[in-house]
C-alpha cells in the first residue's frame, strides 16, 4: 500500500522534511521512496507541494498521513476538513494494591 508522508532530513535540532510518496512498509527514516512531491520546513515555515504529482497518486490509491492530508487541505489541494493528528492518549487509571494482610474488623479484634 502506497503512503505519501513526511521523511525527515536534516541536523539535529534543525528539521527539514521531505514529502515522499514510500510503501507503507518501509521506515520512516531514511526508507525508500517511489516519488518526491515537495518539501517542508517547520523552522523557516517554508513549503512546496506538487499538487498534480500529489493528485495522481492518490487517484493511484496512495494514502496521505494525518499532517500531509491536514497540509494538503491548507494548500487547497485536497478538499475536506482537518483530520486530528495527534491524538492524546488516556493513561490507564491505576488501581491501589491491597495489602497482604487481611485487615480484621475491630469487633473480631476483641481479647
Not at 74 to 82: L, Q, R
Request: net charge positive; hydrophobic share 30%; no cysteine.
Amino acid at each position: 500500500m502506497l503512503v505519501i508522508r513526511l521523511l525527515r532530513t536534516g541536523k539535529k535540532n534543525q528539521p527539514t522534511f521531505k514529502v515522499v510518496v514510500t510503501d507503507k512498509k518501509n521506515p520512516p527514516r531514511g526508507g525508500r521512496f517511489v516519488e518526491e512531491v515537495g518539501f517542508y520546513n517547520p523552522v523557516k515555515k517554508q513549503r512546496k507541494l506538487k499538487g498534480e504529482r500529489i493528485q495522481y497518486w492518490i487517484s493511484k490509491g496512495a494514502q496521505p498521513s494525518d499532517t500531509v492530508y491536514n497540509m494538503l487541505v491548507s494548500d487547497k489541494i485536497v478538499e475536506g476538513k482537518k483530520r486530528p493528528s495527534h491524538t492524546k492518549v488516556e493513561k490507564p487509571v491505576e488501581v491501589p494494591k491491597e495489602t497482604s494482610k487481611e485487615e480484621k474488623p475491630a469487633e473480631a479484634v476483641q481479647s
